[in-house]
């Protein structure tokens, strides 16, 4: 387990972020836009801007290094690669290493010599995920990875993300507002608003006996059909 035992972000007038919480194995972290979820993850990518006053202690069983023991995956496939420069230029690994990662996400090799522009969503995704396991990394952060995706193709890389993190065992933080995603790929789910965590716990005791109001309306607005919670 990773834990993050203080993550502080202020500004001189204002406090950001201001919790501690463990990393298990597949956790969600879940709040709606404004609740501090993409700050935290550029605290622990150690990418926030130098006017931020940051305070982070992490008890890790390895070391957090970006690009080597720790990976990333964006928001939007459609922005995250050089439009005009090829995939094969994209990947800092032998060949033979990327095509192993082209079989197991089930892309075609002819894609690896294409620009990024004529990949579809799905292949774009595929291929920053395979960028984000080339060094076999410990931790993986997803940053609201589906949200640029069409239903479909959502549920396709929940299932992708899973399958990939009980092949490889890495640590995974799951960033989303979507609860209802979160239930469908991680066991453990960290409730953040304004900063500040208001729940955490095993995923099937949050949604069945939610303790917080906030909690309640993520439910409730991730959720049409109830059934879930019996």
């Given at each position: 387990m990773i834990k993050i035992e203080k993550l502080t972000i202020k500004t001189k007038q204002k406090i950001l972020v201001d919790?501690?919480?463990?990393?298990?194995?597949?956790?969600?972290?879940?709040?709606?836009?404004?609740?501090?979820?993409?700050?935290?993850?550029?605290?622990?990518?150690?990418?926030?801007?130098?006017?931020?006053?940051?305070?982070?202690?992490?008890?890790?069983?390895?070391?957090?290094?970006?690009?080597?023991?720790?990976?990333?995956?964006?928001?939007?496939?459609?922005?995250?690669?050089?439009p005009r420069t090829k995939i094969s230029k994209q990947f800092f690994a032998p060949a033979h290493k990327v095509?192993?990662?082209?079989?197991?996400?089930?892309?075609?090799?002819?894609?690896?010599?294409?620009?990024?522009?004529?990949?579809?969503?799905?292949?774009?995704?595929?291929?920053?995920?395979?960028?984000?396991?080339?060094?076999?990394?410990?931790?993986?952060?997803?940053?609201?990875?589906?949200?640029?995706?069409?239903?479909?193709?959502?549920?396709?890389i929940i299932t992708l993300f899973k399958e990939l993190q009980e092949e490889f065992n890495f640590y995974m933080l799951f960033v989303t507002h979507e609860i209802n995603l979160a239930t469908k790929l991680c066991d453990y789910i960290v409730i953040l608003k304004d900063g500040k965590i208001v729940e955490q716990g095993e995923t099937k005791e949050i949604i069945s006996n939610p303790k917080s109001s906030y909690t309640k309306e993520l439910i409730e607005s991730s959720f049409a059909n109830r059934e879930f919670r019996k």
């Open positions: 919790f501690s919480m463990n990393i298990h194995k597949k956790t969600a972290l879940v709040g709606q836009s404004g609740s501090g979820k993409s700050l935290t993850l550029k605290a622990l990518l150690n990418l926030l801007p130098s006017n931020l006053d940051v305070e982070l202690k992490i008890n890790s069983p390895f070391e957090l290094k970006r690009g080597e023991s720790l990976s990333f995956i964006p928001q939007n496939p459609f922005t995250a690669l050089s095509k192993k990662l082209f079989e197991l996400l089930n892309l075609e090799w002819r894609l690896f010599n294409e620009y990024p522009p004529n990949l579809s969503g799905g292949q774009l995704q595929r291929v920053i995920i395979a960028i984000a396991l080339i060094n076999n990394p410990n931790l993986m952060l997803l940053d609201e990875p589906t949200t640029a995706l069409d239903t479909q193709l959502k549920e396709e």
